[in-house]
């Protein structure tokens, strides 16, 4: 192919894009409005728009993004300003049912009211045990009631006086025994002794028997009426009991009935209070103090019945209360076991022994945020037992049902409360990264029926003077949250600056603003340290710098190395087969780039490219491809007249653990042509980049560091005006590079040249051009590839001198 001329090396303002502080337009953030948008996050927004406003199931939103993009507190300032437009949700209760109490009724009322319920109850409950003991213990309840027991007493002894006299008329006496009534044979009222009745004949003995017969039966209708005299007066007493009640709970029940008048569970829950009251009134009512019977006929222990314990199955457990919201509520729950979530039943110990009711029924994140939005960490909840498979059956179901998870687990074999469950209208937002949202929608088949909106936060925005002036807004917000000094504009712009060397990116700004977040606060704090009242762009390159010096203790330690030559990297001179590679070391958000050396050596053979660092289960397969790359460039320009015929081998010198990626590819190609050459290549110029089979370069990530990284190995070892690094034309875009490289280039020395092709890139190193191909197939003398030619072509005959005579022969004709 035709040669390439050699592009011009950058200018030292192609090296870092500046932000201008005179193109925003304030003096300090002081100036400035509040944040009121998300900012660089359209589509999420469109998302999270989306998600909230459709109402069908199953729309709710995962959110993914890398930690530290804002992902959380974006989502969470955005739901809150939907929700405080929205309706205030309404209050939950829980409330005892007296017709099966282990299952607990729930009660929906407007938000506030349901606090008014509990304390109207309570104020019923307290009238109750004042009134009811009080209309008791009245004149004229007391002398109504002694009127009816006095009147069943006379008819009772009128029954009993008659029984008697018709009894003893027939010589008969009635004992009482403690298994009932017992007729016996009398003289003058007094019983005939056992021994006496043996002494009658037969006949007098079975005369007695027909009378005791008959009396018997007379005896049994006697105590039939008085039973039902005493029925009859159970019923009267009840009836005044009822009406003596009933004068006492109507007015207090009506008034609270009109006071919830619509809310028809709440009237249907105020019936049932009365009627248990009604029916369980003597818990309310003091004992008679002579141990008569009560009006409910059994006997009452001394002092009023009624204890706290019984009177709180009218209390009103508020599960949910919403009085205080001025919208719709916004809950972020950061831990969310299976109880934290859902809710929870709590046991009390009495005794030794577990008790449970209505009243101890807990709310859980999903109750409070019920009527609007919930945000969840997704792995959080993955982790945590039961939590997952808690949260899909309440989408699922669209109600909050409360299960003990101890049942579940097998583990409580006791009777336990079956709450009614509350019907669900929350929107629910997992907040995870890309790799958890995808394995979730691949292995989890509810997932996606659950989670229909996926809100992705990008890492990058567009770097234009409007959200230049938005980054600005977040300064200012940033500034406040935190309650800091202002930052004047020559500061944003170096927080500017930095957003774009994050995002590797002259055209965008990164949109991980936790990590701007953080930049903004160490700022401000060296800023205090300082003494300034307002943090400056010094104050913010100081952050930057403490922050790099803070994790680069390896990074030194390695550059200690190469400088006092145990790591062996040449920035001065030519060598054949040799050449500085570049690459990136990460140690968790640092990241700095290190100079390796790469060599090749080429013989004569068939072995082809060895990949030494694959032999010896060092490298990666995406360097593996590489390698394999750069075998398919060698065949493709040089093999196509005949084979090639040679043995060669690829490594990274003094490299120790894994090598991964293509990044070297371009160097690796370079020292491979130049040992085949035997050209040498220049060693003050390291080489970074990618090359595909066709011989162009390609784009690499981390190039700031990497060139970062051969600029201070120079630094130590003495700048000579003539080092620098070839990088692909394509990464130009990508360059944010530290100040003191960029006074280097410009005071010329140190130099950055883009490349496209590997033809460019050979010249930059050599100093040969590389050479057309002639129609012969020859190429010119003095150009790269006439040497490379030559050696192949040596390499062809000693291959097949080789075939021919056998191993050895190469060497034998060398010899002689």
């Known amino acids: 192919m035709p040669d390439q001329p050699v592009l011009a090396e950058l200018s030292p303002g192609e090296l870092h894009r500046t932000c201008d502080p005179a193109s925003l337009p304030f003096e300090t953030t002081a100036e400035l409005p509040d944040l009121q948008d998300v900012i660089g996050q359209p589509r999420a927004l469109r998302a999270l728009e989306l998600g909230s406003e459709v109402s069908s199931p199953g729309y709710n939103i995962f959110v993914l993004g890398v930690p530290g993009s804002g992902r959380t507190t974006l989502s969470q300032e955005y739901l809150q300003r939907k929700a405080a437009g929205e309706a205030v949700p309404d209050d939950w209760c829980y409330v005892n049912n007296f017709d099966d109490p282990r299952k607990p009724k729930a009660l929906r009322l407007p938000a506030g009211r349901g606090l008014t319920l509990r304390e109207d109850l309570r104020a019923l409950v307290a009238y109750c045990e004042r009134e009811i003991a009080r209309v008791f213990e009245s004149e004229e309840y007391v002398r109504e009631r002694d009127r009816l027991v006095g009147d069943v007493k006379k008819k009772q002894e009128a029954e009993f006086s008659r029984l008697q006299e018709a009894v003893e008329q027939q010589n008969f006496a009635i004992v009482r025994t403690s298994f009932g009534f017992v007729l016996v044979p009398a003289v003058q009222g007094k019983p005939i002794k056992p021994e006496e009745l043996e002494q009658l004949s037969p006949e007098q003995r079975a005369h007695l028997e027909q009378i005791q017969a008959r009396l018997g039966e007379e005896v049994e209708k006697t105590l039939e009426r008085v039973r039902e005299m005493e029925k009859s007066a159970a019923e009267t007493l009840r009836e005044l009991n009822n009406r003596t009640l009933m004068f006492v709970l109507t007015p207090r029940i009506g008034d609270l009935k009109a006071k919830y008048a619509g809310l028809e569970q709440v009237i ?217 000094p202002p930052f004047d504009r020559a500061a944003v712009a170096r927080v500017i600056e930095h957003s774009s060397r994050l995002a590797e990116d002259q055209g965008r700004l990164s949109t991980r603003f936790g990590k701007i977040a953080d930049l903004v606060c160490e700022a401000a704090y060296w800023a205090r340290k300082e003494g300034q009242a307002v943090v400056s762009a010094g104050a913010v390159q100081r952050a930057i710098d403490e922050a790099i010096y803070r994790q ?57 490219v060895i990949d030494v660092e694959r032999q010896a289960k060092l490298g990666g397969p995406t360097h593996t491809k590489g390698v394999l790359i750069i075998s398919g460039f060698l065949h493709g320009r040089y093999g196509q007249q005949a084979p090639l015929n040679l043995s060669a081998s690829l490594t990274f010198e003094q490299s120790y653990d894994e090598v991964e990626g293509d990044s070297a590819s371009a160097a690796e190609l370079y020292a491979l042509l130049s040992s085949l050459a035997d050209v040498p290549l220049r060693q003050d110029r390291a080489v970074t980049g990618s090359v595909n089979q066709h011989g162009q370069v390609q784009a690499i990530g981390g190039v700031n560091e990497k060139i ?109």
């Open 268 to 484: 249907a829950y105020l019936e049932t209070v009365q009627a248990d009251i009604l029916a369980n009134f003597s818990q309310f009512q003091p004992a008679d103090s002579g141990g008569q019977p009560s009006p409910g006929g059994q006997a009452l222990p001394a002092g009023i019945a009624s204890a706290a314990g019984w009177s709180n199955r009218y209390h009103v457990n508020l599960l949910v209360d919403n009085s205080g919201l001025q919208g719709a509520p916004v809950v972020v729950e950061s831990h969310p076991s299976y109880q934290n979530l859902l809710g929870r039943i709590e046991h009390e110990y009495v005794l030794g022994a577990s008790r449970t009711d209505f009243s101890l029924i807990r709310p859980g994140a999903m109750h409070r945020a019920n009527g609007g939005y919930l945000i969840l960490p997704a792995r959080d909840v993955l982790v945590n037992p039961y939590a997952w498979e808690g949260l899909k059956r309440v989408l699922r179901d669209g109600a909050i049902r409360i299960v003990e998870i101890g049942s579940q687990l097998g583990l409580v074999s006791a009777a336990t409360l079956e709450p009614e469950p509350i019907p669900l209208e929350a929107k629910v937002v997992l907040v995870g990264t890309p790799l958890l949202y995808y394995m979730l929608r691949a292995y989890d088949e509810d997932f996606a029926k659950q989670f229909k909106v996926r809100a992705e936060f990008a890492t990058q925005m567009e770097r234009t003077p409007e959200s230049e002036q938005e980054y600005g807004l977040f300064v200012k917000s940033v500034v406040d949250d935190n309650h800091l």
């Open 552 to 608: 680069d203790l390896l990074e030194e330690r390695i550059q200690e190395l190469i400088a006092e030559g145990t790591l062996m990297i040449q920035t001065e001179g030519r060598a054949v087969g040799q050449i500085n590679a570049l690459s990136v070391m990460a140690l968790g958000d640092y990241a700095f780039g290190r100079p390796s050396r790469v060599t090749a050596s080429t013989a004569p053979g068939r072995a082809g």
């Open 708 to 816: 970062e990284g051969f600029f201070a190995v120079c630094t130590s070892k003495g700048l000579t005006g003539e080092q620098g690094v070839i990088i692909p034309a394509s990464n130009r875009r990508n360059l944010m590079l530290r100040a003191e490289v960029v006074q280097a280039v410009d005071q010329g020395q140190f130099h950055i040249w883009p490349i496209q092709t590997v033809e460019q890139g050979l010249a930059l190193l050599t100093g040969l051009e590389m050479g057309e191909r002639q129609p012969d197939g020859s190429y010119p003398e003095g150009s790269f590839n006439h040497a490379l030619m030559a050696r192949l072509q040596e390499f062809s005959r000693a291959a097949n001198k080789e075939a021919r005579e056998g191993p050895g022969a190469a060497d034998q004709e060398g010899e002689g």
